[in-house]
């Protein structure tokens, strides 16, 4: 595999971890633009580093377990922090100034599941995993950083309507996910 093949794996494993950045930053206070960007990117690019490793040890004992289960640990993560922005909706809408580490790392998880799998795969390809991993990983970060700047500026705009939204693009993300593994799309 050729860097520029896993440059371009990276950006459309970040695809998720774009959408996501933008939906969580859409809530944040002005003060926090620049460092909930930050979180989203560091979060994001570390599970995406993490995770294809993960997958490549594990690939020789779990290789038939994670690619059966993957799709629904992400759907069911995603569903449930969606459904909890969605909840959230009529609320006094006061923007937040960061979210809680558990709940970074639920998103972390959920938008890197896929990254698993691709380490799952580069166990049987000729990849080096360490660089493989570290490219995914920044090209992340760098997306997911501009994905927090973005929703920032569309969450000023929405106001009170983007916990609605974000928690409905979630949940959207997480049945696409779904449907993605279980042949659909």
């Not at 950006?11 to 960007?37: E, H, N, Q, T």
């Not at 992400?74 to 909706?89: H, K, N, P, S, T």
């Not at 006094?92 to 100034?97: K, L, R, S, V």
């Not at 490219?135 to 705009?157: D, N, Q």
Request: charged share 10%.
């Amino acid at each position: 595999m050729t860097l520029l093949e896993v440059f371009l794996l990276g950006v459309s494993l970040a695809m998720d971890a774009f959408s996501v950045s933008i939906c969580g930053s859409m809530v944040l206070s002005p003060a926090s633009r620049f460092k909930g960007a930050v979180t989203f990117g560091a979060w994001f690019g570390a599970f995406q580093i993490i995770m294809p490793v993960l997958g490549y040890f594990a690939a020789s004992w779990a290789r038939s377990y994670i690619e059966a289960y993957d799709h629904w640990i992400a759907f069911l993560l995603l569903m449930y922090i969606g459904i909890g922005m969605i909840q959230e909706r009529n609320k006094e809408q006061e923007a937040i100034e960061s979210y809680s580490a558990k709940k970074m790392f639920l998103l972390a998880v959920a938008t890197s599941i896929d990254a698993l799998a691709v380490g799952v795969s580069f166990a049987f390809l000729d990849v080096d995993v360490w660089t493989s991993s570290l490219i995914i990983g920044v090209v992340t970060f760098f997306i997911s950083f501009a994905g927090g700047i973005f929703g920032f500026k569309l969450g000023e705009k929405m106001q009170s309507w983007a916990n609605l939204a974000g928690g409905c693009v979630l949940c959207l993300i997480g049945i696409k996910i779904l449907l993605e593994h279980l042949g659909y799309l």
